[in-house]
């Protein structure tokens, strides 16, 4: 997958995970697409670790379950380090 196919997948998977964990962590578009970005990557990093699976092409299911979960931790770790604040 490209770096155009990570950022359209990075785009959706945080406007999805904004979705999912609605709160102030990730305000605009720019913060969705830099948590969906940072959050494939952790997701592709989860699956490889935990389940031996890597993010795939960005039409397998299982490339956007993994971005979604992985988008979901690091809005929550955000959400928890600026809720410190």
């Known amino acids: 997958m ?4 990570y950022i359209i997948l990075g785009l959706v998977v945080g406007a999805i995970a904004k ?3 609605p709160g102030r962590a990730g305000e605009g578009w720019g913060s969705n697409l830099v948590i969906g970005v940072i959050g494939a990557i952790v997701g592709g990093w989860i699956g490889n670790f ?8 960005f039409w397998n299911l299982r490339t956007w379950i993994l971005s979604i979960v992985g988008a979901i931790v690091v809005l929550a ?6 809720g410190r604040k």
């Not at 770790?77 to 600026?82: L, V």
């Open 77 to 82: 770790i955000w959400g928890a380090i600026k």
């Open 2 to 5: 490209g770096i155009l196919g």
């Open 19 to 21: 979705a999912i964990m």
């Open 50 to 57: 935990v389940f031996n699976v890597g993010l795939g092409s």
